[in-house]
C-alpha cells in the first residue's frame, strides 16, 4: 500500500473509530480458543486489527497470523528485487507479531498483486482453518469495500467460501475488516484503548512500508492516539458474518453449458420504464433471449471472465434461474451472491417472492463499476423456492429515460447457498 493511503488510513482509525454510533461490542469468548487474522498482505492485519488481536490474547486466546501474500510488490525506498522485499517483509512480520504476542504466523505465499478466487487458494486458506479450528476470523471486506484492492477482495471472498464449504455443526464467525471503517458501517467494535502501545509499536515494525516521513508521523499519532483512548475509548470496527451451522450446497452455473443443466440464465435489452424498477412480468421475463453456451461459461467462476450485454437506451437486464433440490422446510440459511460490473447506472439485484408474486429488492452496489450484492434469509423460504424448486434472480443496470446513454451490466460470476436444517 502507498503511504499516502497508510498515513490516511491511520489517522481515520485513530480519530474516526473512536465513535460506535449503534453498533455492538464484542462480547467475551470462552478464554484459550483460536483466532485466526487472515491478511492479504503483511502490514494489513496490524493496522486494522491489531488491538482487538490484543484483546483476544489478554483474553486467553490462541491467535495466529496468516499472510495470503508476502508483499513482494508493495513500495520500497532501497530498490530491493521483489523477492528481495518479500523476505524483508516477512521478517518484519515476524517482528510485528512478536510485537503483538502472537502464537504463530503462516506465509502462504501467493503473488503479491495476484491472488485469485481459484481452488488453490481456497484449498489453502481452508486447510488452515481446518488446522486451526478458529471460533473467529478476521480478514478484509469483499462486499463494497472502502478500497477495492484485488488481493483484499478475492482474499475476503475465499475466507468467506472456504467457512461456507465447512462441515461443522458451528461455523466460525468471521470479521472483515476495511481500510476506513464508516459510521454505521461495521456491526461490531472492539475497544482497544488498553492496547494502543502495543498496536502502535507493531505498526512500526513494518519500516518498509512507512518510509521516513511515518517514521516521523506515528509518534504523535501515538500521543493524539492516548489522549483519545482516555477521553472518548478507542476502537476497530468490523463487520460480522455468523454462517449457520451444518451441511450446505453451493448452486452455480459450473456445467451450466450442458443442455440438461437446470442452471439457465437469459438477458433482455432496451425496456423502457422511468425507473430502476424490476420487470413487470413474472420471473421468465418476456421477450428474454438466452445465454449463449459461451456466455454460461463465462459465469461459472469468479475470474473476471464475465457475460456481457449492452442495452441501447435505457434499461438492460439479466435473469437466472436455479432449480433447488431442497424443500423449503428443510432449509435453514438462503444466501445469494452476484459478482459483476455495471455502469453507467449501478446495478440493483431482484429476487422473485412467489408469495407475492412480484420482484423483491436484493440490494445493489454503493455506485456504477464493478463490485458484489450479497443478500442472507433466515426464514420464509417458501417465498423464493416455488413447487418446483425454481429460485429466480435479476440483476439491472438502468440509466434515467432521458439520457441515451449505452448501458452495460456483466456478470462475472453468481451463486445461490443452501443451508440444510440440522435434524
Sequence with gaps: MSRASLSLIIVVMLIGTAFTGGATAAGSPERGHAVLLISPHPDDGEIFAGGTMCDHLARGDRVVEVFVTSGGAGMDPQGRTSEELAGAREDEAGRATSV????????????????????????????????????????????NPYYSHPDHVNTGKMVYDAV???????KPVIRFFDYIPRRGGPSIYINIAPYIGTKMSAVREHESQMGRIMAAILPVLGGIDALLAHRLGLYEGFREVKLAPGQSRIYDFEGASDPSSTSIAWYKNTERVPDNSPPGSGPWVDGSVEFTARMHMAIQDSDNIRAETNAHLWKRLQNFRFVLEEDPSDISELYVRWEGYGTPAKPRMYIWNFNDSAWEDAGSLNGNGEGIIE???TEGFSAYVGEQGCLYLTVISQTDEKIRNDNQIDTD???????????
Design 100 to 143: 503483538i504476542g502472537m502464537s504463530g504466523i503462516v506465509f502462504l505465499r501467493f503473488p503479491d498483486g495476484g491472488v485469485q478466487c481459484n481452488d488453490t487458494t481456497l484449498d489453502a486458506i481452508k486447510d488452515r482453518i481446518e488446522e486451526y479450528h478458529p471460533y473467529a476470523i478476521y480478514t478484509s471486506e469483499f462486499v
Design 375 to 377: 443478500r442472507t434469509y
Design 164 to 170: 461456507e464449504a465447512l462441515d461443522w455443526r458451528e
Design 413 to 423: 460470476y453468481i451463486k445461490v447457498r443452501v443451508n440444510i436444517r440440522l435434524s
